[in-house]
């Protein structure tokens, strides 16, 4: 064994190197290249209230479609919750329409995608009398839970009592509180729920007889058909409501049940034979199975849509996106494109100011002017994911305005950064020192660079603060938090500014956990809040809450708005009935079917 | 040079002399400079260039991304004559600088780790083979504990933890924190291997004459250790470190592409890896460079220490 | 044999406990607030501390490690529900016992870690056994070259390109998956085929070379240059004395490599997108999900020390000189 031998069989050892180097020199670059890509133009639809005749069932047939077969569904986050009562995240709320029906739901029309508000367990969306201060409804004909018993008022009455038991900590709380009072309070009313035999009073809530519903509150309550749209104003049988246990085991009133649940895994729901078709003006019963697996990020599922082989023909998504880093991908792709849909979503992303260390008005006006909205969006997916957002309340809310633009963000998608070092300037705080939170995750943590480039241009010292991604918003929820500027998201629960305005700009929610992150109190705003929410006419307070958060903008600049989110999806060729559920901000699985 | 050499040559002559004539090791050594230059030189190839590893060229002027995709307009990941080796998608950064940069943090990280491994695997190797009795089998089981960590997933699982040490929740984690963070966990598990072939040689190079003259002529055992035994350790301990280097850059790497490692903006060669597998499906280009550098760094490396241990020791048969 | 297993067998015990106090000792120095992660959107004080109660985070740490380690003999009960024994504790975020949410996850970890093992293992060696047969030539120089090359690669760079030009590009490439094998074999195979010829690339290299230089070295060793001198046939020679010689020190380098790939071949699982265990440690850690990740690192470490006593006891039945001690 000589140097030289050895020597030489390293030469060609280079030699080798220097191949896989050509040859990954030969493959093709990116980028578009050709033409650039055009910005998509959206409306959203609002939604109107249906009438008792629209409550009615069948749902009308879709063109096309056929019954059999089982559609594959791929989602990133494992459900948590198939307990009604405790689902409120999109993920959970879109995959319950298939299972649990409410007292009344969105119906989305298959060939125009408008949305309208009707009676699902209800024959309608409810009657009001003594001012709006008391609710009717009447469940219809013919309802029957999975196990082939009917549903009765009893079962309505116990789904909401349940909610006022401790474990129930995740739902949503608007009819609780209305019927029984603020905050935590409400619990007061029904210690321990319905378990020990205990009921609400009959002055509360009322079932006189097995079809009847009665909800009496104190004042006007004018969005009641709303609230009892939530998932946890159902039914729930008495006898099978083990507590904590029925999220694993919920009886199901819809035209699916849970056959399989896997927690981290995935769930598959199979037909329900005792659901009715003519009681559901919403809902059909096209596939015989929906198979949901979780953990596919939105990476693997594009990769898998966009693929279209095999079983993967028949997958769909529910709400996971089109991956950023294959947008462009998809767009070229015509045949892809033919299945996808673009199409905005309720939820606003803001940055919150922290109004309790950040004091002058000016800086923060400051700051909302140098927010790069554009070049931050682009690092969570551009235009197929969001539109640059002008105003606090996003368009698929009743009212809302377009143009409504005051710190010019469509303008200048990189921040004002000249008007900004103006602003600070005559505040005389230059150098203003800027502490900025933000999750541990990819498209925030390149977010963060582009916030810091634009602040600190604009005059700002900025100290940046990474964040766990898991306890990002117990974080950020505190009071007393340090930081002073930071992400958060919001969505309206209904189309509504009723669901936006008061709990994130109401003084009354400055604590721990709740969504007013900038911790706005101003006495100016909260009475405005308490007027509009008197308007018994839902027509008349919908622009009233759009100005009203037109005015915390201008006025408090407690938050400034980055973008309006879109969710661009894809589905398999192989499965036809798709459409928008626009008061989820996801994709309906009521009248899918596999072609 | 130890006194009363007869021989014109020193062995440390010798061994120079056997190098040079390794012509591939020769190339491999003037590889790895020319990667620590890069590192050392950074700021001067930016001063050259024109352009820095933080702005955001993309983003400043819009008619460098597609708006939608965010993807350089131009073919080959934007490659011209402005931006040598393209774009990045997204953020529009240099991708040259953020490579010179990024193997400038690595390498720093690397040979940081590389150092103190070294040191803590020559004081434990020496320590437990010379001392022998009680301490070596505790350092033995010590070894063996930390040997049965699962390497990879102990780096990923305590990075987090390292930096909460450290860092009050209030603050920043500034990035030295983070780097320093990042040589502390390769460190503490870095290190055994080099120990345990120290112990096994000091073993069997205690019962050699020469140190038993020593011991007989009086001589402390902190001289017998540094005179006698560790010039006869030299070739392992050099050839261990150089292999544990590359080791050291790539697990780094490794940690940044898995997104425990170095954050945004500090440019890191393993995000650059992490970056390039979201982006591979529009922008092979941007992943071309780094892998490339990298592939080229390793194999330089592995090169360099076969080629050191043939110099050093020309009895190895390969 | 049997006292040897034993022994070691304690020992391994004796380093798993380490292990577990070590890791749980540190993990609750981690800021994490896990009552949060089962809190949901309208979380308040009031719900955060019922969430807290429920789940005993609220003991101290000593006594919550006690309960762990009792939990894994015994099994525990909690008060979301009853944890079956091993009872590697309960996560908050899958709302689920660890254990079974690994045992899940096994399948992938295992196809990947045996299916790349017996691929490189075979190529490795079956290289380095021709290497070292046609030492000196072309063939042996080539080889040399190859291994020190993939040795030199990463999974995060080649496994990229792999699956940029096989399966985004070429289209001649599943995109990598796990399917049960117990559903569809052919699936089974075809998804797993490009992670197992990535690793392969990368890992045969060690066994090329340590096969070729073990061979080498055997050759001149005194009992092959008798065997020869008997006038054997080269070939007999080969493979039944120098070859024998040959296989402890891979074995040895095997069992160490099948050992840490069991414990969760993190960055691979994450370039191909499979669902392993290694995967589930990086998902944990970015989801803060502290009782996972404990489970995924105390299996994990059993793994290693368990395939080292194998390789241990292996070592011993293939080369007799080798005394138990």
């Known amino acids: 064994m000589t140097v030289n031998r050895t020597s030489k069989v390293r030469t060609c050892a280079i030699a080798l190197a220097a191949g896989a180097l050509v040859l990954t020199a030969c493959s093709e670059g990116g980028g578009s290249g050709s033409d650039r890509s055009t910005e998509p133009t959206m409306e959203a639809h609002g939604i109107t209230l249906g009438s008792a005749a629209d409550s009615t069932g069948p749902a009308k047939e879709v063109p096309g479609a056929k019954k059999g077969g089982t559609v594959r569904v791929l989602q990133r986050d494992a459900y948590e919750y198939l307990d009604p009562g405790q689902i409120y995240v999109t993920d959970e709320l879109i995959m319950q329409t298939v299972y649990n029906r409410t007292l009344t739901n969105y119906q989305v029309d298959d060939k125009t995608g408008k949305t309208k508000l009707v009676g699902d367990l209800a024959t309608d969306i409810g009657r009001s009398s003594d001012g709006g201060r008391t609710w009717t409804y009447t469940l219809k004909d013919g309802l029957k839970f999975e196990d082939g018993t009917p549903i009765t008022s009893r079962d309505v009455r116990h789904s909401i009592e349940r909610l006022y038991a401790k474990y129930q900590t995740n739902g949503p709380l608007y009819l609780q509180q209305w019927l029984s009072g603020e905050g935590q309070t409400f619990r007061k009313a029904l210690p321990d729920g319905p378990y020990g035999g205990d009921h609400l009073p009959a002055s509360v809530l009322d079932t006189p007889d097995d079809k009847t519903i009665v909800f009496h509150f104190d004042q006007p309550r004018a969005e009641v058909p709303f609230a009892v749209a939530m998932p946890n104003i159902g039914a729930v049988p008495p006898g099978k409501d083990k507590k904590e246990g029925y999220n694993k085991a919920p009886v199901a009133s819809g035209p699916y049940k849970v056959a399989d649940f896997k927690p981290g895994k995935g769930i598959t729901f199979v037909r329900n034979e005792h659901w009715d078709p003519k009681t559901d003006p919403i809902r059909h019963q096209y596939v015989d199975r929906f198979e949901v697996s979780f953990g596919h990020q939105w990476m693997d599922s594009t990769r898998r849509l966009l693929a279209d082989q095999g079983a993967d023909k028949r997958a769909m998504t529910w709400n996971n996106a089109v991956d950023p880093a294959q947008i462009s991908t998809v767009l070229k792709d015509k045949e892809a494109m033919a299945r996808s849909l673009t199409r905005t979503q309720p939820y606003v992303d803001v940055v919150s100011i922290n109004t309790s260390r950040v004091k002058n008005k000016k800086v923060r006006e400051a700051l909302a002017w140098a927010f790069p909205n554009g070049q931050y969006l682009q690092q969570y997916g551009g235009p197929k994911a969001g539109e640059i957002a002008g105003s606090l309340v996003g368009p698929t809310l009743k009212g809302h305005n377009r143009d409504f633009d005051p710190f010019q963000k469509r303008k200048y998608p990189g921040g004002n950064i000249k008007k900004a070092k103006e602003l600070l300037k005559e505040a005389g705080k230059e150098g203003y020192r800027i502490v900025y939170a933000y999750g541990n995750d990819k498209p925030a943590q390149d977010a963060s660079v582009v916030v810091v480039r634009a602040l600190e241009a604009a005059g700002f010292t900025v100290e940046k603060k990474e964040l766990d991604r898991g306890t990002y918003y117990t974080q950020i929820g505190k009071v007393n938090n340090t930081y002073d500027l930071y992400r958060s998201s919001w969505s309206a629960d209904w189309p509504s500014g009723s669901t936006v305005v008061p709990p994130v700009y109401s003084g009354k929610n400055v604590h721990d956990s709740s969504p007013n992150y900038s911790h706005l109190n101003s006495p100016t705003i909260n009475k405005e809040i308490e007027r509009i929410e008197r308007i018994e006419d839902l027509d008349k307070a919908a622009p009233e809450w759009v100005k009203l958060a037109e005015r915390v903008l201008t006025e408090e600049i407690p938050q400034v708005p980055v973008f309006y989110n879109r969710l661009f999806t894809l589905w398999g060729s192989g499965i036809g009935g798709v459409k928008f559920h626009e008061p989820y901000g996801a994709v309906d699985p009521t009248a899918v079917f596999v072609r | 040079m130890v006194a009363g050499e007869l021989v014109g040559r020193s062995p440390r002559q010798l061994m120079w002399r056997r190098f040079r004539r390794d012509r591939a090791g020769v190339v491999a050594a003037l590889v790895v400079l020319f990667f620590f230059a890069v590192a050392l030189l950074a700021p001067v190839i930016s001063w050259l260039y024109g352009k820095d590893a933080y702005t955001t060229y993309g983003l400043d002027r819009p008619e460098l991304l597609d708006p939608v995709s965010g993807y350089p307009m131009k073919p080959n990941g934007g490659i011209d004559g402005e931006f040598w080796f393209g774009i990045e998608p997204k953020l529009g950064r240099d991708v040259l600088m953020q490579l010179v940069y990024g193997i400038r943090t690595s390498l720093l990280i690397g040979l940081a780790a590389t150092v103190l491994s070294t040191i803590t695997g020559i004081v434990i190797g020496v320590a437990a083979g010379y001392l022998g009795g009680r301490t070596d089998y505790f350092l033995g089981r010590l070894i063996d504990l930390l040997l049965s960590f699962p390497q990879q997933l102990f780096f990923v699982a305590f990075m987090p933890v390292v930096t909460a040490l450290f860092v009050s929740p209030e603050k920043e984690t500034p990035t030295y924190l983070r780097v320093t963070a990042l040589v502390l966990v390769l460190w503490l598990l870095g290190w055994m291997q080099l120990a345990r072939l120290l112990r096994g040689q000091v073993l069997s190079l205690r019962e050699r004459e020469f140190i038993e003259a020593a011991r007989v002529t009086g001589a402390s055992p902190w001289r017998i250790i540094r005179r006698e035994l560790l010039p006869n350790l030299g070739t392992p301990i050099l050839v261990q470190s150089t292999l544990m280097l590359p080791m050291f850059v790539t697990a780094e790497a490794g940690l940044s592409f898995l997104g425990v490692g170095v954050v945004e903006p500090t440019p890191d060669w393993g995000r650059m890896f992490a970056k390039g597998a979201e982006f591979y499906e529009g922008d092979i280009t941007y992943m071309f460079f780094p892998g490339v550098a990298m592939v080229v760094f390793v194999v330089a490396f592995n090169l360099l220490g076969d080629s050191v241990r043939d110099a050093m020791d020309p009895k190895t048969t390969r | ?325």
């Not at chain 3, 969430?51 to 099994?75: R, T």
């Not at chain 3, 998956?177 to 075809?190: C, D, G, K, M």
């Not at chain 3, 070295?217 to 020679?237: I, N």
């Open chain 3, 1 to 325: 044999m049997l006292r040897f297993l034993i022994r070691r067998s304690l020992g391994a015990v004796v380093i798993l406990v380490l292990i577990s106090a070590i890791t749980f000792f540190l993990f609750f120095a981690l800021p994490a607030d896990p009552a949060r992660l089962a809190c949901g959107k309208n979380c308040d004080p009031a719900s955060l501390a019922l969430i807290n109660e429920n789940l005993g985070l609220d003991k101290p740490i000593p006594v919550q490690y006690g309960e762990f380690m009792v939990g894994i003999v015994a099994g525990r009960d909690f008060p979301v529900g009853h944890c079956d024994a091993p009872c590697f504790g309960y996560s908050f975020v899958n709302q689920e016992p660890v254990w079974p949410t690994i045992v899940d996850r096994f399948p992938t970890t295992l196809s990947l870690a045996l299916g790349a093992a017996v691929v490189f293992l075979a190529v490795g060696v079956g290289l380095g056994m021709i290497a070292a047969w046609r030492r000196g030539t072309w063939i042996d120089k080539l080889f040399s070259s190859l291994s020190l090359l993939g040795q030199s690669l990463q999974v995060y760079f080649v496994g990229v390109l792999c699956l940029a030009w096989f399966v985004s590009g070429l289209s001649i490439m599943e995109q990598p998956a796990y399917h049960p094998i117990t559903e569809n074999p052919a699936r089974w195979f075809s998804g797993m085929l490009l992670p197992w010829l990535v690793l392969s690339l990368i890992f045969m290299a060690n066994y090329s070379r340590m096969t070729r230089s073990q061979l080498v070295e055997q050759l001149h060793e005194d009992h092959v240059r008798t065997a020869r001198a008997k006038g054997l046939s080269g070939r007999t020679v080969f493979f039944r004395y120098a070859w024998r010689g040959a296989i402890a020190p891979i074995v040895t380098i095997f069992g160490m490599d099948l050992g840490s790939l069991l414990g969760g071949a993190m960055i691979t699982e994450y370039t191909f997108t499979l669902h392993g265990v290694g995967r589930l440690a990086v998902d944990s850690v970015r989801l803060t999900d502290l009782p996972m990740l404990m489970g995924v690192m105390l299996i994990s470490s059993a793994a290693i020390v368990v395939f080292t006593i194998v390789v241990d006891a292996l070592y011993a039945v293939i080369d007799p000189r080798v005394r138990l001690a």
